[in-house]
Nanobody
């Protein structure tokens, strides 16, 4: 199983970015799919997740600004980020978990830099 993340870059505060993570197998394999981020000197933290039942969870910092969605034909999980702030600067990682057997998978990370 491989996860390939893309879409990071440099954006001004207030701007938007869409991150995408393509999985090498059907995204229905995973429960949940999620995006994490790690800022310099900080621990990795959950940004958003989505389950097979389409239940979404967001970090408080992401609520109202970020949207997580799945594209089944493309086996992709997307993170649309709006109203970006300098505090959103981090390496963003996609994450996927299987239950049978239980395994966790991480993408390689994509850097998001928000300038003030």
């Amino acid at each position: 199983v491989q996860l390939q993340a893309s879409g990071g870059g440099l954006v001004q505060a207030g701007g938007s970015l869409r991150l995408s993570c393509v999985t090498s197998v059907s995204i229905l394999t995973f429960h949940p799919l999620a995006w994490y981020r790690q800022a310099p000197g900080k621990q990795r933290e959950l940004v958003a997740s989505i389950t097979n039942g389409d239940f979404r969870t967001f970090a408080d910092s992401a609520k109202g600004r970020f949207t997580i969605s799945r594209d089944f034909p493309k086996n992709t999980v997307n993170l649309l980020m709006r109203s970006l702030k300098p505090g959103d600067t981090a390496v963003y990682y996609c994450y996927a978990r299987t239950t049978t057997p239980p395994n966790e998978y991480w993408g390689q990370g994509t850097l998001v830099t928000v300038s003030s």
